[in-house]
């Protein structure tokens, strides 16, 4: 009989300690929960490199939640540009890839948009946090047998591709699939038809597949994330008046600001007097914004129901960015007011609510904007040809609506 020295024994238990760990379930962890024990930013695509906060973006912690949520099978994300709507589906690639693993469809509007975004931001990610560093090889990696819009790790594989793409998007079977600015999607793949309907349609075998939509939208009536938001929960972010405590979203129809302008060159130059303050709708106090930065937030749902049916959708505008200053916001609607088309993408950026025309001066002609502070009705309406294109300024008067300065 063979007797085991207590060097070899040490050695031998090691040994086993290694491999039961790589047998152990994963870890219970919530999407924020992982990333913030696991993700770090990176510094070529981040303003604010290191470990991941989620108490810095608090808005996406429950978009991150619902990803865990059994009951939830589909998650809808209208956001504003630069609120950190990629680093959601970042997030939740990483999670998956590291506590849930199976296939991912990643689909971005063109296929260079997905080499682009897999060289500028997945391969960083993976490259800065261990869990997935771990498990997802190099390309450059001998045998790695990974490539650009192909990532394979135990469990799974990445797949990165193009709303253009009909081979990838009818041949790929996903257990997740992940649609990144969906407004830019093509109307078709190929002659394949809807890139969205094709690609639900490759998680038809999986029980416990999960699709998220993300995107900042575009025009009113025509935005397919639009659409989706309204067959969700249709959660706002709403913020708490200090005043009287209500709950409500800051929205641009709710803003006050007093502009001023000067011609510098024969141009129009626009600066603001004073700062930003939002008026609450439910009490008409004037808040200014450093005081609103610091209020209490949370999603409201305008329809709780669509729960039942494992749909969340949320929307999210730029004045809840820690980013964004609201003077910032300000200042780009008063350079475009005038240009319908640069109007369009300041609203699309920020993603303001189109909610349409319905200012009572399109049918009795617009109030005399020579005053101090002509009112206009609380909704933000251009009537550009009848003001002779001089609005001057638009921020809401004390009586609750917008207000035009001269």
Known sequence: MTRTTKKAAAKLNTAIAGAVKRFAPPESLTVDEWADKHRRLSPESSAEAGPWRTKRTPYLEEP?????????????????????????????????????PGSILYVHPTIDDARKFSR????????????????VHDVKAKDSGNTILQKSFPGGMLT???????????STPARYIIGDERDRWATSAGTEGDPWALAEARQATFYNAKAVEVSTPTIKGASNIETSFYQGTQERWCHRCPECGEYSEIVFDAIHFEPEAKRVRGKKV??????????????????????????????????????????????LNAFSSPW?????????FLDAKNDPQRLKVVYNSAAE??????????????????????????????????????????????????????
């Open 120 to 135: 500028l931001r997945v391969a960083p990610m993976i490259r800065d946090s261990k869990p997935l560093k771990a498990k």
């Open 270 to 315: 626009w600066s603001l007097k004073g700062g930003v303050s939002w008026a609450c709708p439910a009490c008409g106090c004037l808040i200014p914004e450093d005081v609103m930065r610091k209020q209490p937030a949370k999603w409201i749902a305008d329809n709780p129901d669509a729960y039942k049916k494992g749909v969340r959708s949320f929307w």
């Open 160 to 170: 990165l591709t193009g709303s253009n793409s009909a081979s990838a998007l009818a």
């Open 64 to 100: 991150m939640r619902a990803f865990t949520d059994p009951k939830v099978h589909k998650i809808v994300m209208v956001a504003a540009s630069q609120v950190g709507k990629s680093e959601l589906e970042l997030n939740i690639i990483g999670y998956i890839i590291d506590q849930d």
């Open 324 to 332: 964004t200053p609201w003077e910032k916001i300000v200042l780009k």
């Open 353 to 406: 609510r189109q909610t349409g025309c319905d200012c009572p001066y399109k049918a009795q002609g617009p109030p005399d904007l020579r005053g101090p502070s002509a009112f206009v009705p609380a909704r933000l309406c251009l009537v550009v040809d009848d003001l002779n294109g001089e609005i001057d300024g638009a921020g809401v008067s004390s009586g609750g609506g917008l207000s035009v300065d001269g």
